[in-house]
């Protein structure tokens, strides 16, 4: 199966900066699209951002013009480069990536979460 592994989230003040990565590992596999996602306590979980393996992205609202996402094919790897940091966007992070995974010659489609990072922002 494809493992998704998330690195980079932390405390940070209001106005700071954080870089999220995550690679995707295991096996035969192929990644199309990769993104974020994040969740609060009692809400749910929301888009942050996605990019195709061609580089077009996508943005939540609450986030353009101050996130920035980017991919490395080679690697597998989507990163994360969030400026201007709110209180509001202490979350848990969600690495999502869809693709295909192959054991011999069966090669079904799926779509794949990581385990999840912990952002906080102080005011």
């Known amino acids: 199966q494809v493992q998704l592994a998330e690195s980079g989230g932390g405390l940070v003040q209001a106005g700071g900066s954080l870089r999220l990565s995550c690679a995707a590992s295991?096996?035969?596999?192929?990644?199309?699209?990769m993104g974020w996602y994040r969740q609060s306590p009692g809400k749910q979980r929301e888009l942050v951002a996605t990019?195709?393996?061609?580089?077009?992205?996508n943005y939540g609202d609450s986030v353009k013009g101050r996130f920035t996402v980017s991919r490395d094919n080679a690697k597998n790897t989507v990163y994360l480069q969030m400026n201007s940091l709110e209180p509001e966007d202490t979350a848990v992070y969600y690495c999502?990536?869809?693709?295909?995974?192959?054991?011999?010659?069966?090669?079904?489609?799926?779509?794949?979460w990581g385990p999840g990072t912990q952002v906080t922002v102080s005011s």
């Open positions: 999502n990536a869809d693709g295909i995974y192959c054991s011999g010659s069966y090669c079904p489609k799926g779509v794949y």
């Open positions: 295991g096996g035969t596999f192929s990644i199309y699209g």
């Open positions: 990019i195709t393996k061609g580089g077009s992205t």
